[in-house]
């Protein structure tokens, strides 16, 4: 399977424990999003990375959040003392850039992250 | 929060009958998207038009962009059950991807 890989699924914790999820994107792409995704919403932006750097992160991303991309590889999304507003789907995306224009995003199936 | 709107946020229709959504959007563009996601699923591409485009075809689908209205609609024609799902509009702008709030299309057998 080519396309962009996310595990875990899914997801249960109790409100404080910290959570990862991992993201394999397409291999030749060089650019990879992570977005929040709540019921009945769209895709809510947190972050991307070209290569290893992490370009952009958006004003959601509190300090309980960090995400990181060593090697310009996979990717990994924490979210330390996790809250219940946190339960959510959270999406990884990866694309291959050289010209904004044409950008096209290729997504996971997501996790699905709940905290009780 | 999200950038565009799509309109309506519901959409009931029978088979073979076409679907039109609409997406309104906030601040200049490099490129306006359009994907789809299957219930508890990833989003999936299915078409691109350029800010300096004003209607692209693919297969079924139609879209057009009006950036003076900073509007897109997007037609789905001779629709099938298996077309069922929310349909999102993302616009590009700078390094961003800003996704709507989607349209739920069901198409009845």
């Known amino acids: 399977d080519t396309g962009v890989s996310q595990n875990p699924r899914h997801k249960i914790t109790k409100r404080g424990q910290n959570v990862t999820f991992r993201c394999d994107p397409i291999?030749?792409?060089?650019?990879l999003y992570w977005y929040r995704q709540t019921l009945g919403q769209g895709p809510e932006f947190l972050t991307y990375?070209?290569?290893?750097?992490?370009?952009?992160k958006s004003r959601l991303l509190s300090d309980r959040f960090s995400a990181e991309r060593p090697k310009g590889s996979f990717s990994t999304l924490e979210i330390q003392r996790t809250e219940q507003g946190d339960s959510a789907m959270y999406l990884c995306?990866?694309?291959?850039?050289?010209?904004?224009?044409?950008?096209?995003?290729?997504f996971g199936s997501g996790t699905q992250l709940s905290v009780l | 929060s999200q950038q565009g709107e799509e309109d309506p946020q519901a959409l009931s229709i029978q088979e073979g009958e076409n679907a039109t959504m609409n997406c309104s959007y906030k601040?200049?563009?490099?490129?306006l998207q359009w994907y789809r996601q299957n219930s508890g699923r990833g989003l999936v591409h299915l078409i691109l038009?350029?800010?300096?485009?004003r209607e692209k075809h693919s297969g079924r689908l139609r879209v057009t962009l009006d950036t003076s209205k900073k509007s897109s609609s997007l037609l789905i024609t001779a629709s099938r059950a298996a077309d069922t799902a929310s349909y999102f509009c993302?616009?590009?702008?700078?390094?961003?991807?800003?996704f709507g709030t989607g349209t739920s299309l069901t198409v009845i057998p």
């Open positions: 291999s030749e792409h060089n650019r």
């Open positions: 995306a990866s694309s291959f850039s050289v010209v904004s224009t044409n950008e096209k995003l290729f």
């Open positions: 993302a616009t590009a702008s700078g390094n961003q991807f800003y």
């Open positions: 038009i350029r800010s300096n485009e």
């Open positions: 601040t200049s563009i490099n490129n």
């Open positions: 990375f070209q290569n290893e750097a992490q370009l952009e």
